[in-house]
């Protein structure tokens, strides 16, 4: 996630108790909906997105005039493709991004041509950011093992961000990419790997039934992901010249500030568990059985 707001230390970057109270606050919403009221969390998520969508208008420099018109399609077609990806599927999800992004765009005529690009890339952008991308966690909650998985992708992405942070603000010395993201540094990058490894090699086995080594590759795999994700938020902010997205979260910036990471994880955890499937199913593999074997192209 990206690095958050109103820090009295100039390492850290970070109002500490602010960030650890609204960070505890927040996780224990978030698991506590996950597993005791399903449909809570989705909500959850929808309010999230939604947020974000009004923080990422504000951020792209949108007149007031322009957010009024914008944001309510964008909020509106997020809340149907995440719906129906709750609901129907990734083929609903698919077909509600369409039905959302036309609808859109039909709509934004009524304010004449100026601008009528700009407007569209924007609410394109925003629905697949904030839309498809957070409705990959729908599908995940569809799979049978759902709320498990949810809940390992969460971990290891949370992970990911106090690994980072925490070698990162003590031994920081080599930025990833300064121009995009000025507080990532490779000490951090390598905190980040070392974290979600760790849970990832804990937590697959514990909750999922699979290989520890297994749950070491998706940490190495998500942690490349989830960096991107990173770079991308902090590419976005810096195109805005903004340095948080928002400033709702104290301690941590925006609710973007603290999505960068999931985002872009939700999808990459999705296709996981799809090919995990795959190899179970097609390939004759009892993955939870550590059977291996089946996955070798032995003829």
Known sequence: MGAPADAPSPRSGRNLPAAIGIGLLLGGLVVGTLF???PLFIVVVITAMA???VELYRAAGAT????????????????????AAALAGATGMML?????FLIGAVLRLRGGPDGYLADI?????????????????????RHADGQQWVFVFIALT????????????LFGRHKVAPALSPSKSWEGLVGSLIAQVAVGCWLFPALLGLPWWLGGIVGVLLTAVATTGDVLESAIKRDAGVKDSGNSLPGHGGILDRLDSLLPNAAA???IVVLLDLATERLGADLRAGDWVGLLPLG
Do not use: H, K
């Open 121 to 141: 890339g924007l609410l394109s952008f925003t629905l697949a950011y904030l839309g498809v991308l957070p409705g990959f966690v729908m599908l995940l909650l």
């Open 158 to 169: 949370v992970a990911n961000d106090v690994g980072g942070y925490a070698v990162g603000a």
């Open 51 to 53: 947020w974000g969508a």
């Open 64 to 83: 007031e005039a322009r957010i009024r018109r914008g944001v309510m399609s964008a909020v509106v077609g997020i809340i149907a493709v995440l719906l």
């Open 36 to 38: 005791l009221a399903e």
């Open 269 to 271: 955890a999705y296709l």
């Open 96 to 100: 509600a991004f369409a039905a959302a």
